[in-house]
């Protein structure tokens, strides 16, 4: 158990609905990253909030939004859902070094959201 | 552009033999590269990782290297076992005006047969 939490398990919508789903980072990581993993392919990164803001954006749609909370959780919302986005869908965290110290550290990977659009 | 290859997509190999995977990124900026191993439906878990001031490190039956010169690092596992078997992925990472991004290779399916 990584300590990184990730709700709902499975989900199972059809095309052109919205979906959120949820992450709560392990106690004290201020970072939260969102990834998304196709079938038999590898994880691509989507975005990164820092302590609330925005940090960090990848390959993420324009369908695709996310916010993090003051209490940290992270939410990643999903709208007009096409059958290619069904993923796993990943939430990492980590512990955010103070800037200057150079060196990146390790993500905690979340059990992921199985998002299946029919 | 950010960029990470992987090899071999797929490997065999026989338990008790080693197994190597290599990756070669494109930025030079990258200082860290986690290998994460994920077992069919379950979250990728670090196995081990390496910073760029350091060119090798072990832990135990795994070992990672690094040339940063080349831009290429290698996972190398020894003694394979049957629960070996599992994806492995490997990444690097890069700082953008303080954020980190992690760049995946698009993993090897690692079979060990007893």
């Known amino acids: 158990d990584s300590g990184v939490t990730q709700t709902p398990k499975h989900l199972i919508t059809a095309t052109g609905q919205r979906v959120t789903l949820r992450c709560s980072p392990r106690s004290g990581d201020l970072s939260v990253y969102w990834y998304q993993q196709s079938l038999d392919q590898g994880l691509q990164f989507l975005i990164q909030y820092y302590n609330g803001e925005e940090r960090a954006k990848g390959n993420i749609l324009e369908r695709f939004s996310a916010q993090q909370f003051p209490d940290l959780h992270s939410e990643l919302n999903l709208s007009s859902l096409e059958l290619g986005d069904s993923a796993l869908y990943f939430c990492a965290s980590s512990v955010s070094l103070p800037e200057g110290t150079g060196f990146d550290n390790e993500q905690f990977f979340g059990p992921g959201t199985r998002l299946t659009v029919l | 552009g950010e960029n990470v290859e992987q090899h071999p997509s797929t490997l065999s190999v026989q338990e008790g033999d080693s197994a190597v995977i290599k990756c070669t990124y494109s930025d030079s900026a990258s200082n860290y590269f986690p290998w994460y191993k994920q077992e069919l439906g379950k979250r990728p878990q670090l196995i081990i990782d390496i910073r760029s001031n350091v060119g090798e490190k072990k832990d135990q039956r795994i070992a990672v290297t690094l040339n940063k010169t080349a831009k290429h690092f290698s996972l190398h596992i020894t003694e394979t076992q049957p629960e070996d078997s599992a994806v492995y992925f490997c990444?690097?990472?890069?700082?953008?005006?303080?954020?980190?991004?992690?760049?995946f290779g698009q993993g090897t399916r690692l079979t060990i047969n007893p």
């Open positions: 990444a690097a990472s890069i700082r953008i005006q303080g954020a980190q991004k992690l760049v």
